[in-house]
């Protein structure tokens, strides 16, 4: 039972403009989350996070959005960049369950110059 | 940032034989380390978190006595397919955290055939 799903397989988006991705979970248990960054044949590199008391989260480039009650989290990348290509995954998990994650079947983002 | 290695990074074995995946924190002592598993198109899928020092604890569905893990010190974990068959084939990723890090860091990945 997929416990974290990202509904969008792929994403294209102009050079410049807003790429948004979006995760939904159905544990409502959870509350952290993470979004990764992966190349092909290459291990996920962390982004961002969020703990559940929060939000927004703002890093450079990179907004996490988490609306609790709908179980929704997003990621906002302004302004895309081609190297911003890539597999985005989103993970969630519990502080006190050893830091174990549930991850997203990932988005593809093509970032088009 | 905390470095995560994996080795071999591609092997290809035959079927029947078994294959050690070695992940080392390079930079910090890696209290748990986890392995995961991911099919083409599909999301990392959680095999086993490894404590240093215990056994590990797999998730349902992940057979323990054909992927052994043993979590020798704080920076090293080995993940050994046994008995290897085509099926097996996919991409294996560990990941590594320190106590008060919530951030896993992971290895490059390792590429397995079993031809």
């Known amino acids: 039972d997929q416990q974290v799903k990202q509904n969008s397989p792929s994403l294209s988006v102009q050079e410049g403009r807003i790429s948004i991705l979006n995760c939904d979970y159905t544990?409502?248990?959870?509350?952290?989350f993470l979004w990764y960054k992966k190349y092909p044949a290459e291990g996920p590199t962390f982004l961002i996070s969020?703990?559940?008391?929060?939000d927004k989260n703002e890093d450079g480039r990179f907004t996490v959005f988490l609306n609790k009650s709908a179980k929704h989290l997003s990621l906002h990348i302004v302004p895309s960049q081609p190297g911003d290509s890539a597999v985005y995954f989103c993970?969630?998990?519990?502080?006190?369950?050893?830091?174990?994650?549930?991850f997203g079947t990932g988005t593809s983002l093509t970032v088009i110059p | 940032g905390a470095v995560v290695s994996q080795h071999p990074s591609r092997v290809i074995c035959k079927s029947g034989t078994s294959v050690k995946i070695e992940c080392r924190s390079l930079?910090?002592?890696?209290?748990?380390m986890f392995w995961y598993r991911q099919f083409p198109k599909k999301s990392l899928m959680l095999m086993a978190t490894?404590?240093?020092?215990?056994?590990?604890?797999?998730e349902q569905g992940v057979e323990k006595d054909k992927f052994l893990i043993n979590h020798a010190s704080l920076t090293l974990s080995t993940l050994t397919v046994t008995s290897a068959h085509p099926e097996d084939s996919s991409f294996y990723i560990c990941?590594?955290?320190?106590?008060?890090?919530?951030?896993?860091?992971f290895g490059p990945g390792t590429r397995l055939t079993v031809t």
């Open positions: 490894s404590n240093e020092g215990s056994k590990a604890t797999y």
């Open positions: 990941s590594a955290i320190s106590g008060g890090l919530y951030e896993q860091y």
């Open positions: 969020i703990s559940s008391i929060k």
């Open positions: 993970a969630a998990g519990r502080y006190n369950t050893g830091n174990q994650f549930y």
């Open positions: 544990n409502s248990m959870f509350d952290y």
């Open positions: 930079d910090f002592q890696a209290t748990t």
